[in-house]
């Protein structure tokens, strides 16, 4: 069975500190892993992916994860945070291979607020 | 651009009432999804599409669910009879082979 947690529900920060959102997840095989965004009034958006291939993911806006299967961990980072990266964020797990269905399974999103 | 287009984007209906979502990709697409997301809470999935027929379905989805993709082009979710639980934000996403599913803008639906 796949699960994931993402450990914090808000998450505040500074603007121009470093951002660090966690995320474990649970699961029998090698997942797909993602982070979504979900700014507020809009729809999701696709941060990054993690698909076996380097465990160290760049996404967009200067966001990262690194897989560590080790520590069943796809933590969120970004160095220095901007005043537009305020939004709920996503840590989404899907098992692979991929079949003719594709469900995933979805973190409960961590809201990062950045203060001025 | 969204790669995926909802309309409306915000639908206010009486309960009982029946609503349609439309749901717009941009190129042709294998699989397509409808999720929701209810105000504060986690995302759910809803419901799978694939060469025109639904995959898979949770247990959220209904009898007064239903989806169709009438025209080859829409891809559209109807909820029969609305009730005041229906409210949330309902997303549509396709999907090609072993890529991420892209979402839409989302419909927000408010029952009242």
């Known amino acids: 069975a796949q699960s994931v947690t993402q450990l914090d529900s808000h998450v505040s920060v500074s603007e121009g500190t470093p951002v660090l959102l966690r995320c474990n997840y649970s699961?029998?095989?090698?997942?797909?892993l993602f982070w979504y965004v979900q700014h507020p009034n809009k729809g999701l958006q696709l941060l990054l992916k993690?698909?076996?291939?380097a465990t160290l993911v760049k996404g967009i806006n200067g966001f990262e994860a690194e897989f560590k299967k080790s520590e069943t961990s796809f933590h969120l980072t970004k160095p220095s945070a901007h005043m537009s990266d305020a939004a709920e964020y996503f840590c989404?797990?899907?098992?692979?291979?991929?079949?003719?269905?594709?469900?995933?399974?979805w973190g409960a999103g961590t809201k990062l607020i950045i203060k001025p | 651009e969204p790669e995926v287009t909802q309309t409306p984007s915000h639908q206010v209906t009486q309960m009982g009432q029946e609503v349609i979502l439309r749901c717009v990709p941009i190129?042709?697409?294998?699989?397509f999804y409808w999720y929701r997301q209810i105000l504060g809470q986690k995302v759910e999935f809803l419901v799978s599409?694939?060469?025109?027929?639904?995959?898979?379905k949770s247990e959220i989805f209904d009898d007064q669910f239903s989806v169709e993709r009438p025209d080859g082009s829409n891809f559209t979710l109807k909820i029969r009879s609305t009730k005041l639980e229906d409210s949330a934000m309902y997303f549509c996403?396709?999907?090609?082979?072993?890529?991420?599913?892209?979402f839409g803008n989302g419909t927000r639906l408010t029952v009242t």
């Open positions: 699961s029998s095989y090698s997942p797909s």
């Open positions: 989404v797990v899907s098992p692979p291979p991929r079949d003719s269905n594709y469900q995933l399974i």
């Open positions: 190129s042709n697409h294998l699989y």
């Open positions: 993690y698909t076996s291939a």
């Open positions: 599409f694939y060469n025109n027929e639904i995959s898979e």
């Open positions: 996403a396709r999907q090609d082979s072993n890529s991420p599913l892209h």
